[in-house]
């Protein structure tokens, strides 16, 4: 498919447990971001990367979260020792850098994640 | 810290009704967009407004770029229900896009 796509849909853990969220962005597409949505909320900012430049950590919430994105293309969301305040839907989007800071965000369709 | 304030934040109106949302911020920002989300999926981008003062109409949909670019609006004419959505406006700094908290719209038959 030729659009930002995510996985799991959803996923469902205990408590303390660590969770992976994958995304693959669009092909050709050097800017990524994730976001967490809380039921009905607008998006949080978590991360950015932008091409071979260091991530923006900034909307990282604790060090139990981090990204890496494997050859520029697809990124992972990790949850350490997950709590149930993480309960939440994670966005990915991608953005082609050649619009500047003007482009269109695409996301994906996210993942739900359920913390018991 | 939220850099974009929005309002409403919930809004229930009847079908052929005009509604405006606003978008409000103390940062500058060098573009402001606005995305449609419906449920259980990502939002869509509606516009993207660059300049101080832009006015981009979208059918029924009008959007308004601040002077000072730190504010924006979004007026919708005589609502239909497919308009139904929450609506999210979002701040470019560099690279990095901030958004507001949202406004759920409904709108009745």
């Known amino acids: 498919g030729a659009g930002v796509s995510q996985s799991p849909s959803n996923k469902v853990t205990e408590k303390g447990k660590d969770v992976e969220l994958r995304c693959d962005p669009i092909?050709?597409?050097?800017?990524l971001y994730w976001y967490r949505q809380s039921l009905g909320q607008g998006l949080e900012f978590l991360i950015y990367?932008?091409?071979?430049?260091?991530?923006?950590k900034s909307g990282l919430p604790s060090d139990r979260f981090s990204a890496e994105r494997t050859g520029g293309s697809v990124s992972t969301l990790t949850i350490q020792r997950t709590q149930q305040e993480d309960s939440a839907v994670y966005l990915c989007?991608?953005?082609?850098?050649?619009?500047?800071?003007?482009?269109?965000?695409?996301f994906g369709e996210g993942s739900r994640l359920t913390v018991l | 810290t939220q850099l974009l304030e929005q309002s409403p934040q919930f809004l229930s109106i009847q079908e052929g009704e005009n509604l405006t949302v606003y978008c409000n911020s103390s940062s500058v920002f060098s573009s402001l967009q606005w995305y449609r989300q419906e449920p259980g999926e990502g939002p869509v981008l509606l516009v993207t407004?660059?300049?101080?003062?832009e006015v981009k109409k979208l059918k029924r949909l009008t959007f308004q770029f601040g002077d000072a670019r730190k504010d924006s609006s979004l007026h919708i004419t005589a609502a239909q229900p497919g308009d139904t959505g929450l609506y999210l406006c979002?701040?470019?700094?560099?690279?990095?896009?901030?958004f507001g908290i949202g406004t759920k719209l409904q709108v009745i038959p």
């Open positions: 989007a991608s953005r082609d850098s050649g619009g500047g800071n003007t482009g269109e965000l695409f």
């Open positions: 407004v660059v300049t101080g003062g």
């Open positions: 092909s050709g597409h050097t800017a």
């Open positions: 979002a701040g470019n700094t560099y690279q990095k896009v901030t």
């Open positions: 990367f932008q091409g071979n430049s260091a991530p923006d």
